[in-house]
C-alpha cells in the first residue's frame, strides 16, 4: 500500500498494484473501517479512564469517538472507487468468482449512493436557507458519479485490455488498396463505400506501407486525382508494429504514444492483419456488456 488519500465521504487506499484475488482486495479495503472503528473504541477508552479527573478531557474524546464512529459507518456503504465500494466489490468478486462482474457491481452501488445524495441536495436546495448545504451535497454527488466512472474505464482499459492478446481479436481481412491508385480513387472507390479511414497499401502482393486519412489531408485537394497512395503513405519500415501476443494494453499505448488509430499486426515478418482503435473499443464495450 503506497497510500491513503481522503476525502469528504471517505478513503482510498493506493496500492502499487491491484489486488490478484477478492481476499486481497477485501482485507485491503476493510482497513480503512477497522481503523476507524479501532480508533473510536481506543478514543472511548480514555474517555472512560479521564472522565473523573477531566470534563474538557472526556468532551474531546467524546467527540474524536463520535466523529470516527460515523466515519466508520459510512465507510461501510458501497461507494466505488472509495474503501466501502471496494469491499463491496471484493464480496461479489468472491461470491461470483468474476472480478469484471464485483467492478460493474461496485459502480453501479456508487452511482446509486451518488443518485440519492443528489436527490437530497436538490431536496435542501430547494430551501433558501439549506441552499449552500444542497449545492456542496450536490456537487459531491457528482464528484463521486464522475469518479466511479473514471474507475470502470480504468478498470476495463487496465486489466481487461491487459489480459486479451491481440491474436485474439485481430482484424485479418485487412482492407487493401494497390500503391499506383491515386488519392481521389481511393477516397471514391473504397473509404467512402467502406468506412476504412485507412489501408494497407500493397504492391507486388506485398505490404509496403500504410496510408490514413490523415496523411490525405496533408495533400493539397487539387492534387488528388494526379497523386498515388504511395506518395503520402506511411512506409512499412517506419509504422508502428503490433505482434500477435502484444495485449490490447499494449497497442493502444502503442497508438497513443505515436498519434494513430490503428497498428498492422506482424507475425514471422509477415503482415497478418491488422487492429483499429475502434475495434479494440468495442471488444471492451463486449467485456463490459458481459462482465467476461
Known amino acids: 500500500m503506497r497510500a491513503i488519500t481522503l476525502f469528504v465521504f471517505g478513503g482510498v487506499a493506493q496500492i502499487g498494484k491491484d489486488a490478484d484475488t477478492a481476499a486481497t482486495e477485501f482485507f485491503i479495503a476493510i482497513a480503512g473501517p477497522l481503523g476507524s472503528f479501532a480508533l473510536a473504541g481506543l478514543f472511548y477508552l480514555l474517555k472512560l479512564w479521564l472522565m473523573p479527573y477531566s470534563e474538557t478531557a472526556t468532551a474531546v474524546l467524546e467527540w474524536l469517538t463520535t466523529i470516527n464512529l460515523i466515519v466508520a459507518s459510512f465507510n461501510l456503504i458501497p461507494s466505488f472507487p472509495m474503501d466501502r465500494g471496494r469491499v463491496f ?3 461479489i468478486w468472491k461470491m461470483t468468482g468474476n472480478a469484471a ?3 460493474q457491481w461496485a459502480v453501479m452501488s456508487g452511482k446509486i449512493v451518488a443518485y440519492g445524495l443528489m436527490m437530497i441536495g436538490m431536496l435542501l436546495a430547494l430551501q433558501p436557507a439549506m441552499l449552500v448545504n444542497g449545492l456542496w451535497l450536490m456537487g459531491i454527488s457528482w464528484f463521486l458519479l464522475a469518479m466511479a466512472e473514471d474507475s470502470k474505464r480504468t478498470y476495463f482499459r487496465e486489466h481487461l485490455a491487459g489480459h486479451v492478446s491481440i491474436g485474439d481479436v485481430i482484424q485479418k481481412e485487412a482492407p487493401m488498396i494497390t500503391a499506383d491508385m491515386s488519392i481521389l480513387s481511393w477516397i471514391d472507390e473504397s473509404m467512402l463505400l467502406t ?3 485507412a489501408c494497407l497499401v500493397i504492391e507486388d ?5 500504410l ?3 490523415s496523411d490525405v489531408v496533408k495533400c493539397p485537394r487539387e492534387q488528388w486525382s494526379s497523386t498515388s497512395v504511395r506518395k503520402i503513405m506511411t512506409p512499412l519500415k517506419r509504422l508502428s508494429i503490433a505482434q ?3 495485449s490490447i494494453l499494449e497497442v493502444l499505448q502503442i497508438m497513443n504514444e505515436n498519434g494513430i488509430n490503428q497498428v498492422p499486426v506482424l507475425d514471422q515478418r509477415e503482415i497478418i492483419g491488422w487492429i483499429d482503435r475502434e475495434h479494440i473499443l468495442k471488444i471492451l464495450q463486449l467485456h463490459l456488456d458481459t462482465g467476461r
Open 89 to 91: 466489490r471484493a464480496l
Open 101 to 103: 462482474k464485483g467492478m
Open 195 to 197: 468506412g476504412h479511414r
Open 205 to 209: 502482393n506485398q505490404t509496403i506501407g
Open 211 to 213: 496510408v490514413s486519412l
Open 244 to 246: 500477435p501476443t502484444n
